[in-house]
Each structure stands twice: as C-alpha cells, then as structure tokens.
C-alpha cells in the first residue's frame, strides 16, 4: 500500500518500522484502530489494546510525532493520524522435527508498519480552541510556558532573597566588628592611664638625668682648682 497524503502539500510526518516480527494481518487489526483518530485518543487506544501488536504500533506512532515535532516544528496537539498501513516483508523459514524422522516448516512472518501524522485543518483547530475556551482548559504548550514562567519567577526571588540575606550578614558582622573594638577599648583604661603615666615618668627622668650630670662636672672642677 502506498501513501495517499502527500507530505510535501500538508503538515506532517512519517515513520517506517521495517522488518517487525509479526505478520502483517496482526498489525492491520491494531492500526485500523488508530486510523483518522486524533492523538490522544489513537493513544488510548493503542494504552488499553490486548493485542501485543499495540505496543509496536505505539512506539511508531510516537517516532512520527517526534519527527513532526522536531523536524517540522509541528505541535503534537495539532496532530492526527493521517494514515497508516502494514506492507508484508520477508519470511523466515524454520523447520520443526516430527514423528517418523518428518519435518514441517514454520513460516515466521515480517512486515513493515508505516505511519503517517499531519496537521489537522484550520476548521478542527478553531473549534477545538472554542472548546478549550468554553471549558477553561489549556492545551500542552500553554500548560508548558506557564510552568517555564512559574519556574523563571521563582528562581529570580530566591536569587533577590538570597542576596539580601548575604547582605544582613556583612552588615551584621561589621556592626559586631565594631562593638568589639569599642568594647576592648572601654575594657582596660587603667592600663592606658598607666602606660601614659609611666610614659611620662620616663620622659621626666630623662630630663633630669643631665642636669645632675652638669652639676657634679661643676663640683669636680672646683675641687681641682681649690687643690
């Protein structure tokens, strides 16, 4: 089977899971459940499918929207699943001893799953933005910018709380600073009388040390002379 949308005139994306190991009427049954469904209800539907079909089928579908979303810079809420189909592959030939020395042959089927995403039209996105309106919700990029900015408001006010608390603390340890040094000095002003005293002892016997010198070499030549 092959692709009825051309991707080249519409919004969208493909993707081809080549060689899966099961048959082609297995995967059919799961994908005709998906088809022209819209994402999130292809999603639960592939969530709560038995068939173990499902699961390779999902993991197809997610690939798309990725590639529509990183390649075609496309919004997953937008998408829908446009087509998808299970071509045959090669078959695997096994064999399976019997009684009597026979042998039958076990057939072990591939096939090739391709699914296809693409934009729905203007008409579908303005009603379900009516309807997103009328019951208050937001969509996944909405819901997705207001936590960025929920997270960017938060971060700027513990950076702000942050730099106010350094600043309290350098304030703090200089008023300490200061009311040490205040202290130390109102601690010990004896001391400092004391030094101030003695300092000016020694200034005053320094003084008068040269004067009794003077006199004694007067004493002295007077001696000699009277002699």
């Known amino acids: 089977m092959s692709g009825l949308i051309d991707l080249d005139e519409v ?3 493909r993707s081809i899971h080549k060689f899966a190991r099961l048959s082609a009427s297995k995967a059919r049954v799961v994908l005709d459940l998906i088809r022209d469904e819209d994402l999130d209800r292809a999603r639960e539907e592939l969530q709560f499918c038995d068939r173990g079909a499902a699961m390779v089928v999902s993991k197809v579908l997610e690939s798309a929207v990725s590639n529509a979303e990183n390649n075609e810079n496309l919004s997953a809420e937008e998408l829908y699943v446009a087509e998808c189909w299970a071509d045959e592959g090669p078959t695997l030939k096994r ?25 729905l039209s203007e008409e579908e996105l303005e009603m379900r933005a009516a309807q997103m309106a009328a019951s208050g919700r937001r969509n996944a990029d909405a819901d997705r910018a207001a936590r960025v900015a929920a997270s960017k408001e938060t971060e700027e006010e513990t950076a ?3 730099a106010e608390i350094v600043e309290e603390e350098l304030d703090s340890t200089n008023t300490k600073s200061g009311d040490e040094t205040a202290a130390e000095q109102n601690e010990h002003p004896e001391q400092d009388l004391e030094q101030g005293n003695e300092s000016n002892d020694s200034q005053l016997s320094d003084e008068a040390e040269p004067e009794t010198s003077d006199e004694n070499t007067e004493a002295d030549q007077q001696d000699e002379k009277g002699a």
């Open 11 to 13: 919004a969208g994306a």
């Open 95 to 119: 064999w399976r001893p019997r009684a009597r020395g026979r042998a039958t042959r076990i057939n072990k089927r591939t096939c090739h799953i391709t699914v296809v995403v693409a934009q």
């Open 160 to 162: 702000s709380d942050e």
